[in-house]
């Protein structure tokens, strides 16, 4: 046998420590192109660069993200393949600052807080005037959730063939919420109206037909539509939050997005006090100044030197509003 020739190849050497130096600084990802995202799935983010629902991405979320929360209606800066083609990856590497937020938590006590959409500029409360009835607590504590989070509130009755929209309407009149009934044969003119060049959340009860409304606003959606059990509680039809687009306008622009959530049976407000939501109403804030440390903002028993006693006409009737969603806030109870 010959002996075997060794070269420099057979030596083992051992790296040292100063060998491959560790930096922590990062790449700043100029290259990087903003997105809509528009649906969240496993691990997984579908969005649309330049908000354009013509370019879809699929991405995940870069290692340097860590566990950075990224939810519907987030702004983000995507890099790596962004063809959009089957099987391709792109990486989020940045979450852009939210302008809105809409929080809510499982109920009072629970710490957590789960972010529903970002971005959205208003929020459309569906209320069934019947079948199921209507729960004025939950939608009470949407609206909290839209005043505290920045979303401007509009409510949406269906099924106004059923029962009258008129008092349910005048319960919020002093907010001035803006509010819209209709019936499943009802033109979508003045809903669209208030959609136009909006991004909007939808959220409401399960069963109350927000989900058939989204398939006529955006037939290609094709959102599962269920039906109302014998109990008088809808069926979560709708199974995660989807950003949709509105079907563009007679000159070819943009119309706007529509969020669709899963039906929903009870809203927390953990994160929420008195303090924020009279905060979101400015003239009434100024007011509540004026009130002592720890002010509730309930009023006599409660809060007898409350600054807002001394509203009159349509100020008070506008605090006293304000109020009934304070006690909805107070009532610790999210299935109302």
């Known amino acids: 046998m010959s002996k075997r020739v060794y070269d420099e190849s057979d030596a083992k050497i051992r790296p040292g420590r100063g060998s491959r130096p560790r930096t922590k600084t990062r ?96 929020l459309l409360v569906v209320v069934a005037l019947a079948d199921p009835p209507p729960r004025t ?51 979508l003119e003045q809903v669209r109206a208030v959609l136009d060049g909006q991004t909007t959340c939808m959220i409401g009860h399960s069963g109350v037909g927000k989900s058939t409304l989204v398939n006529r606003l955006v037939p290609q959606a094709h959102r599962a539509v269920g039906v109302v059990s014998g109990v008088g509680k809808g069926r979560h039809t709708s199974t995660q939050s989807v950003a949709l687009p509105l079907p563009l306008r007679a000159d070819g622009t943009a119309a706007g997005w529509v969020v669709d959530t899963p039906g929903i049976r009870s809203f927390g407000l953990a994160h929420v006090s008195a303090g924020d939501v009279v905060a979101a109403f400015p003239d009434l804030a100024e007011v509540a100044a004026e009130c002592p440390r720890g002010c509730t903002h309930l009023g006599p028993p409660a809060d007898p030197e409350c600054a807002l006693d001394g509203l009159t006409g349509s100020a008070w009737r506008r605090a006293e509003a304000v109020r009934r969603l304070l006690v909805a806030l107070s009532s610790g109870d999210p299935w109302s």
Not at 74 to 102: C, K, N, W, Y
Not at 105 to 116: I, Q, S
Not at 168 to 179: C, I, N, S, T
Request: glycine share 6%; net charge negative.
């Open 27 to 122: 790449p700043e990802h100029l290259d990087a192109e903003t997105a809509l995202v528009v649906a969240v799935d496993r691990g997984r983010w579908g969005c649309v660069l330049d908000g354009d629902p013509a370019r879809p991405i699929v991405a995940m979320r870069a290692r340097e993200m860590g566990r950075t929360p990224v939810v519907v209606g987030d702004r983000v800066s995507l890099v790596g393949d962004l063809t959009g083609a089957v099987d391709t990856l792109a990486r989020i590497v940045r979450v852009h600052e939210r302008r809105t937020v809409l929080r809510r938590t499982a109920d009072d006590t629970d710490p957590f807080e789960r972010v529903v959409v970002a971005n959205a500029d208003q």
């Open 137 to 187: 607590g939950l939608v009470d504590r949407c609206l909290v959730a839209a005043y505290v989070g920045g979303l401007r509130p509009v409510l949406c009755l269906t099924k106004a063939d059923l029962a009258d929209p008129t008092e349910f309407a005048a319960a919020y009149a002093d907010l001035e919420v803006p509010v819209v009934a209709m019936d499943r044969d009802t033109p």
